[in-house]
């Protein structure tokens, strides 16, 4: 069950590091892991066992990992392991962290201090959660997740068509509604009771796997629990590297992700987002004919026409420039995506250029692949 310990140069794939987070994330090479997904200790600060109106036992997150002996001591441990996981981001990395209104401000805080770049805070809606037993407080029906890079410079992965394409061609939100870990999903040990409190569910990973990695990325978690992390990065062809010091979460996640098929590498690759696409200038349509020179260009509702020249300018009555330049300037507008403004007429009806782009785009992957 012990995995080996991970000497400079090599990282440790798809292996669950036994021990302390931050003694194991010190140990790793630095820049070394595209993504982070971090389920810290929340804290809780629980006094007294939870009862149900008819005083059955609340099963709450009473474990001694969850216990600090002030707030202080909690922040030098946020701050331990953040700078620790800080480190071994690649300058491009980006880290999620969840918590509750116990912790997560506190790590907030902390994740600014050190110099990472706030980029979303989501928030996770339960559809199934815990009532509020003594009705003393509003039910907690959520969680926060906080999505930072590495730094202000970075520049993380972020799948926007893939989601958008999910979310029924419209943008997705920062409020994801799950229900939470449930039925077959929820471990359970030999006398029918969970084996960690906290398990997060599948679909909360797979949209942040979705979101912000690649097929083979490296995904570092450093508080594994019983693998939900791991699972699916299998299923989704991603790496991963999970640091856990209980026995008896690291037996149920090597069992749980022992039993995973991952998917074929055709399923897990998303919809290639339009800035990373092969770039395509204008005037290169006309060099491959697809554009004439003098074909004419119109908007959707035929109030404007421009004429191409040779060289891939527009011109239109006193206007004359690149498509966007045009574009913006026939409406008076400052900018103008000329892509999606202007239209070519085939068999009596306007198609955007863009489609013609796309053709090109198509042809070059092709080439490369």
């Not at 001591?73 to 996981?85: E, I, Q, S, V």
């Not at 103008?336 to 009806?349: K, L, R, S």
């Amino acid at each position: 069950m012990r995995a080996p310990e991970a000497p400079q140069g090599h990282l440790p794939l798809d292996t669950i590091l036994v021990g302390d987070c931050i003694d194991h994330m010190n140990s790793l090479p630095a820049g070394s892991v595209d993504l982070i997904f971090a389920d810290p200790p929340y804290n809780l600060q629980l006094e007294e066992g939870l009862t149900r109106p008819d005083q059955s036992r609340v099963d709450a997150v009473d474990d001694e990992w969850d216990k600090f002996e002030s707030f202080a001591h909690y922040d030098a441990f946020t701050r331990a392991w953040l700078a620790a996981a800080q480190r071994v981001l690649k300058p491009d990395g980006a880290i999620w962290v969840i918590g509750s209104y116990h912790n997560i401000f506190r790590v907030g805080a902390s994740l600014q201090d050190l110099g990472f770049w706030m980029l979303n805070d989501i928030v996770w809606r339960k559809s199934n959660p815990m009532p509020n037993f003594r009705g003393t407080r509003f039910t907690n029906a959520h969680e926060t997740l906080i999505w930072a890079s590495k730094n202000r410079k970075s520049r993380p992965t972020f799948n926007y068509e893939a989601l958008k394409l999910a979310n029924e061609d419209t943008q997705m939100r920062s409020d994801w509604l799950f229900p939470i870990c449930t039925g077959n999903e929820r471990l359970k040990d030999a006398n029918d009771e969970k084996v960690h409190p906290t398990q997060k569910p599948e679909a909360l990973l797979h949209r942040i796997f979705l979101a912000t990695t690649k097929p083979g990325d490296v995904v570092l978690d450093p508080f594994f629990g019983t693998g939900t992390t791991g699972a699916v990065a299998k299923k989704l062809g991603r790496h991963f590297i999970g640091i856990e010091r209980e026995n008896a979460y690291i037996a149920a996640a090597l069992k749980r992700i022992a039993a995973i098929k991952p998917h074929e590498s055709a399923v897990i690759e998303t919809i290639l987002a339009k800035r990373a696409a092969p770039r395509v200038a204008f005037g290169s349509l006309v060099e491959q004919g697809l554009v004439r020179p003098g074909m004419k260009l119109f908007d959707a509702k035929r109030r404007y026409q421009a004429k191409v020249r040779i060289d891939g300018s527009l011109i239109c009555d006193t206007h004359q420039g690149s498509i966007h330049k045009v574009g913006a300037l026939v409406q008076g507008f400052d900018a103008c995506n000329g892509w999606t403004f202007w239209h070519y007429e085939q068999d009596g009806a306007l198609r955007p250029i863009d489609e013609l782009r796309e053709h090109v785009r198509e042809t070059l992957l092709k080439l490369s692949a």
